[in-house]
T-cell receptor
Framework: SAVISQKPSRDICQRGTSLTIQCQVD?????MFWYRQQPGQSLTLIAT?????????ESGFVIDKFPISRPNLTFSTLTVSNLSPEDSSIYLC?????????FGPGTRLTVT | AQKVTQAQTEISVVEKEDVTLDCVYE???????LFWYKQPPSGELVFLIR??????QNEISGRYSWNFQKSTSSFNFTITASQVVDSAVYFC???????????????FGGGTRLMVKP
């Protein structure tokens, strides 16, 4: 199994600023993903983080707003840019293991 | 496009009751994987089970059981003799993949909030 950690666990940010979330996996995974969970809602995939190349974004999510990096097989970052109150959510990263997708504990973002 | 529907947004039961959480899915692929995850109030996602599309055998794990029926595109989850600690949001999810791995994005259902009262 894989253990995924995220930093920070929570943050409160002002409108117009940016937050970068780090995701670290303790072992190599084939694929890494970033999800958003808005308050009281389900999880929605933001993008697939590709090692050494640009992330693959889902409909409704763009690179300018959610730039993602994945410099190696065990680490990825998600930046949420130009924050607005609508960005207040939990952001989760996940890594694909052989059998299941492992999830980090999430980063709870509040934008004021 | 794939889709997962959990029609029950919230269920409330009294401890020791049995409860079934429904999940209906849509996909055009013949090879796919179905999952259940639990999200307790602490927020982390806990993996419960994975099922692939070519294995319709039902599964039991302690008080948990899963009923997979391709004919009705359903993958329902039953908790027997529910306990207060079962209170959580439960998500059903689907991914498309090949026979050897499920290495694709997950499409989640809307989730079912289960409240077990003492």
């Amino acid at each position: 199994s894989a253990v995924i950690s995220q930093k920070p666990s929570r943050d409160i940010c002002q409108r117009g600023t940016s937050l970068t979330i780090q995701c670290q996996v303790d072992s190599q995974v084939t694929m890494m993903f970033w999800y958003r969970q808005q308050p009281g809602q389900s999880l929605t995939l933001i993008a697939t983080a590709n090692q050494g190349s640009e992330a693959t974004y889902e409909s409704g999510f763009v690179i300018d707003k959610f730039p993602i990096s994945r410099p190696n097989l065990t680490f990825s970052t998600l930046t949420v840019s130009n924050l607005s109150p609508e960005d207040s959510s939990i952001y989760l990263c996940s890594g694909q293991g052989v059998y299941e997708q492992y999830f980090g504990p999430g980063t709870r973002l509040t934008v004021t | 496009a794939q889709k997962v529907t959990q029609a029950q947004t919230e269920i409330s039961v009294v401890e020791k009751e049995d409860v079934t959480l429904d999940c209906v899915y849509e996909t055009r692929d013949t090879t796919y994987y179905l999952f259940w995850y639990k999200q307790p109030p602490s927020g982390e996602l806990v993996f419960l089970i994975r099922r692939n599309s070519f294995d319709e055998q039902n599964e039991i794990s302690g008080r948990y059981s899963w009923n997979f029926q391709k004919s009705t595109s359903s993958f329902n989850f039953t908790i027997t003799a529910s306990q207060v600690v079962d209170s959580a949001v439960y998500f059903c999810a689907l991914s498309e993949g090949d026979q050897y791995n499920a290495g694709n994005m997950l499409t989640f259902g809307g989730g079912t909030r289960l409240m077990v009262k003492p």
